[in-house]
C-alpha cells in the first residue's frame, strides 16, 4: 500500500538550531554513537553543514515519482531523505527539483543514489549528500510512499526525525531524544574544548584520558628496539 | 589484429560547439537516455564542461603504448577516449601525456582507468574524467589499436562520436544523431527555463506536470496520520 | 605480543627533505614501480603535498587507542601510518589527534580506513590520505603495536621509511634506498624537462621516444578507413 | 544505554511453519516486494531452506561478545540475527558458537558481517547467511544490546519477525502481517501453479498476462530488420 | 523509440556446435582475446557449458517487462542476453520466465543485474550466468528493446553473435567470425593437447616455449640467495 | 631489478604436515590473529585443505610470463602464491600451469587475481584460492621477480613461509614461527574439544568463560520488554 502521510511530528525548531551548531562527529558521540549513516554518502561540495526534520521518501529503483509528491509535503526548515527499496545509482534529483524545494525553504537533500546537475546545485547552493553523482534519468511509473519509515544508507529514518549533515556524512537523531542529544553535544564540546587546550600545550592523550596504567595492565611492552630476526 | 585507422569523421564542428553549450544531463535526456558512460568517470577538478569528437584506444591493462600512438591522430578540438580491454586501475596519463595533447589542441581526455600528475593536469587547465587517480605506472610492451569502437564504462564509443563531459559525468553522441540531438537539447532547455520561473514562484511540480490524477488513479493514499501499531 | 618500538632509526632529513620536491608519480617511478600504496587512499583536500618518516601503528578494527599511544613516538617532520589488521571503515581519527599530533610537529596521516572533523582538518590545514570520511567512532579497548612493519592499503610500510604522499596518492620509499631513490627522482626530473620542451613544440612522443619501429615490427597497421562489414 | 529484552513476542509457529513452505521470492512479493535483506547475504551452502522468528543482536565491529548474550535468549525454533553497528568483514561466528546454538534448537543464522569455520558449518548442516567467509577473529571488549530493532544488509528486523531464508537470500516478514503474508502467499502459488502449467504447453506470457495492447499503446514497434546505418 | 526487431541473422548451427565444445578461455584465446564479458557474470550453479545464437534485450532498470517481449522473439537454442540500461541488481528473472523459454528450447540466460528462484532454476537444469541472486521484484512499466545491440557486463554483443558460457564465465563471438573462431579454436586445442602430454612429463614450459633466452635479454637475475639487507 | 631466488629456506616439513591437520580459522588464532589474507581470496570449490611452503611471484598485471619461470622454483609440497603488483582481475592461471605444477608435486595456488579453466582445474582436483574466475588472457612481456616478499591480498608473504588454506581462506605463518604456532594450535583445538561437548550438553558459553560478572560490570541490563515509546 502506497501512502503519503501529511502530518508528521516535527522535532522543536529551537532543538534542531541547536543541533545545527554541532558537527555530525559530535551528535553522532552524543547519542552513543548511533544514528550515522554509511560513508557511501558524501555531500557534492565541501563545507555544508545543515540540520533540519526529515520528510522521508521510500521509492522504486530509478524511479523519482514520489520524489514530486513529497516537495508538496515540505516545510520551510526541512531536510529530504530519499532511499530507493532497492540499489540504484540512476540520478534521481536534479536542478529544476531543488528549485522546487528551494523555493520552500527546504535546506537540503540526503539520497541514498544520485543526483545530477551537479554544477547547477553547487551554484544555487543547495546542498546534497548522495552516494553517486550520475545523469541517468529516471521514470515516473511506479508508486511509493511519504513519510514512512525508511533505511537509508544503512541507517533507519523516521519522519520528523532530526537529520544533521556536513563533511562528516549525515547523521539521524530520533525526534524524541533530540533535546537529549542537543544538550550532551553541548556537554561533549565544551569538554573538548578544555581538552583541545592541552593538547596544543603538548600534553598527550595519554596524561590527559590517564591511559597509562591500563595499557600496562593489559601487558602493552615499550621496547628501545626491534630484536635481530 | 591491431589497426590505427586514420582518417575517421568526425560530428560536423558546429553542430559540436552547440552540444558543447548543453550539459551531460541535457544530452543525455535529449536522446532518450542513452549514452552515458558509467559513474564511476568522474572529473578530476569541477567545473570543467567540454565537447568534441572521440579519438578512441583500446588498450591491454597497465600498458600505456597505444596512448603515445593516439596523439598523433588527434586533431584539435578532439577528446581522447581510453579503454583497457580488461579491468585496470593502472596510472596511464600523466602530464607529459597532457602537454603533448594540448600542444595539438585536443580538449581532454576520458580513460576507463586512473590518471596521475593530478595536480599538475589541473593545473594546466587540461580536463580528464577518470575512475580513479592512481601513480601506477604502466609497460610500453603490447599493441592495441586507435578509433576502433570501444566499450568504455560500460558504454559503447565510436570514433567521431560527439563526447559531452561535464561535472555530470560524460554522454557519447553518435555522430550521424548529433544534429538532432543538439536540435532536442535546445528545445529542452527552453521547456525547462519555463518550467524553472514557474516552480521558482512556488508552483508544484504536480500541478505544472498534471500529475495528481494519474497517481490517485494508480492508488496513492493520503492520511493525516499513521495509525497506531 | 604488542609492542611499542620507540627508537627507530628514521631516514635523513636532507634526503627526506630532498623527496618532499617530488612528486608521488615520480618517486614511484624512480624507485622501479614499486611502493605506490592503493588508489583507495585519497587526500581529504586538494593541494596537500609532504613527506616524511613513518611512525607505524598497527591496531584492531575500529579501535583507536593505539594513535593514542603512537602520538608520543612521533617527532617533528613524522608522518603517522595507521593500519587496521582487518578491513574497517570507521573513522579513528579527527580534528583533536590532530590538535596533538600537530603540537609534536607531525607532517600528516596516512590511514587505511577513515578520518573524520574533516571540515576542522581541512581548516588546520592537517592533510590526511584515507579512504574514507565517516564520523563512525571508534573504542580503546584492545592492543596494537606501534613502529611494526604494516600493510597499509596493500603496500609495506617499514617504520623510519619515508612517506610521499600529494594528489596522487602515497608511496613508501624503503629507509636505506633514499637517498638513490632522491638521486633517480632528480634525473628523472631533469629528463623530463627536456622532453616537455620537445611535446609543447609539437614534436610527438612517437618520435621523441623512437617508437615507430618498434611498433611496425610488433605488426601495428595503419588504414586510412575501416573496412565495411 | 545496552540492554538485552529477555522476554520478545514471537510470531504464531504454525504461521512460522506455513511460511517455510515458500520461497523467499514468494514471500517478498507477497507481502508488496518488501522485506528482503540485501543480496551481499549469502548462503554458506546450498539448498537450505528456514524460517523462525528472529533473535536480533546489534554488537560493535569485531567483537562477537554479544553474541555470546544472545544464545541465552534463543529458543527452539528461533534464527539469530546479528547486526554490526559500522561495517565489519570480521568472523564473528563459527563451529563453536553453531554447536551451542544447536543445542537450543536454533535453525541457522543471519549476520551482515563474515562467518568462519565454513566446512565444519556445512557439515553440521548449520545454515548461515553471510556477506563473507573469513577466518578473521573477534574480540570480546565492548557491549551491544540484544532483541532491539537493527539494520541488517539495509533492511530493518524486528524481534519477533518472521525471518524466510533460502537460496535466494532472505527476507523479513512482520510479526504482526505474517499470517496475512502466510495466505497472500499460499494464493501466489497456487496462481503460479496454473500460470506454470500454462507456460510448459507453450504459451506466451505476452498472451497470457494481457500484455500486447498495453505495449501497443505505450509504443512498442516491431520491424522484420535493423535499417542499413 | 523501442523496437524489436523480429527477424535477426543467426550463426550456422554447425558452427554454434562446434563452439559448444570449446571452453570460454580457448574461444577468447582464439578469437585474440576479445568478447569476453566481465567476471562478475557467474554461473548459478557449477558444470553448465552451453553455446547458442543471443536474443537481446535492453530494458529499464529493475523493469521485467521486456524479457516477456523476448521470449516470442526465441527459437530452440537461443540464448537470451539480458542488459539494463543502469546498474540494477533486481531479480529479474525467475522460474516462471525460465519454464517459458524452456518450453521454447532456450539454452540459458545472460543478465547483467540478477535472477531469482535459484533453487527452482536449478533444479530444472536452467542455466543462468547472473551478476547477483536476488529476490527483489521488478515492474512491468516502461519499454526497452529487443535484438538491438547491447553492452552486457562491459562487453557488446550484438543479436545473433554467438555467446558461450561455462565455469569460466561467457564469451561472445561476432556471428561473422564464428566459422573463423570455431577453426582457430580447433587448432588451438590440437595445440595444447601436445604440451599437456609434455608438461604432464615434467617438461617445462621455459623450455617448451623457448623463453630463457628472451628472459636473459630482458635481463632476469637469478641468484642463490637473498642479499642480508 | 628483477631477480629469482633459487635457494630459498623452507619450513620444516613435519611443521607442515602438523599444520596442514589444523584449519585456518585455528591457526589464525593460535599465532595471535595475524597472517589472514583478504576474504576476497575464496577457493575455487569447497573441501580443499592444503598446508605448504610458499614460492612467490611477484609480477606485473595481466602478464603471467613470471608464473612460468616460478614453476621451475617449485619442489613437491610447495604452494604458488602470486601477486600482482597492482590490482588485476585478469585470468593469469589455468589448466597447463596446473598440469606442470602438479607433476612436480605442488599442493596448490593462491592468487590474488584471477584464475581460468575451473571446471578443468576442479576435475584435477588442483585447488585454487583467488579472488575471481576470469577467462581474460594475459601477455607475456614484462619481467616480475620469484621469491621475494610479496603483499597478496593484503597480507605480507614471505618466501618459504607456511601457507594454510581452507574454505574459510588463507593463512600465512612466518617460517620461524612454525613450530611454534602448531603447538599452538594443537594446544587451541585441544582446548575447544572440551568447551565443544559442554556446549552440546546444553552449557552456556556465558558460564563456560564466565563472562556474566563483566558484562554487569560493564552495564549490560536485562529488561523483560521494551518501553512504550
Known amino acids: 500500500m502506497n501512502v503519503v502521510y501529511t502530518n508528521i511530528l516535527r522535532a522543536e525548531p529551537e532543538v534542531v538550531k541547536g543541533l545545527a551548531r554541532h558537527g555530525v562527529a559530535t551528535v553522532h558521540e552524543a547519542q ?4 550515522l549513516l554509511g560513508p557511501a554518502l558524501r555531500p557534492i561540495y565541501p563545507g555544508a553543514h545543515i540540520a533540519g526534520p526529515a520528510v522521508t521518501v521510500s521509492l522504486p529503483p530509478a524511479d523519482n515519482w514520489m520524489i514530486h509528491v513529497a516537495v508538496e509535503q515540505c516545510q520551510a ?39 545530477r546537475d551537479m554544477h547547477e546545485l553547487t551554484r544555487m547552493g543547495f546542498p546534497a549528500w548522495s552516494k553517486a553523482v550520475h545523469a541517468q534519468g529516471t521514470v515516473k511509473e511506479t508508486l511509493g510512499s511519504v513519510n514512512v519509515p525508511v533505511v537509508c544508507a544503512g541507517g533507519l529514518v523516521n519522519p520528523g526525525d532530526v537529520v544533521v549533515a556536513d563533511d562528516d556524512g549525515v547523521c539521524i537523531v530520533p525526534r524524541l531524544e533530540a ?32 591511559m597509562r596504567d591500563k595499557l600496562a595492565k593489559r601487558g602493552l611492552i615499550y621496547r628501545a628496539q626491534a630484536l635481530p630476526e
Chains 1, 2, 3, 4, 5, 6 share one sequence.
Open 77 to 115: 526548515g526541512d531536510i529530504l531523505v530519499v532511499a530507493p527499496t532497492s540499489f540504484s545509482d540512476a540520478g534521481y534529483f536534479g536542478e529544476l527539483l531543488a528549485t522546487s524545494l528551494g523555493a520552500r525553504g527546504v535546506r537540503g537533500l540526503i539520497i541514498d543514489a544520485a543526483i
Open 32 to 35: 552513543g554513537r548511533t544514528g
Open 179 to 210: 533535546a537529549a542529544v542537543l544538550k550532551a553535544s553541548e556537554a561533549r564540546e565544551a569538554k573538548e574544548a578544555a581538552t583541545r587546550r592541552r593538547l596544543q600545550n603538548g600534553e598527550l592523550g595519554l596524561d590527559i584520558y590517564d
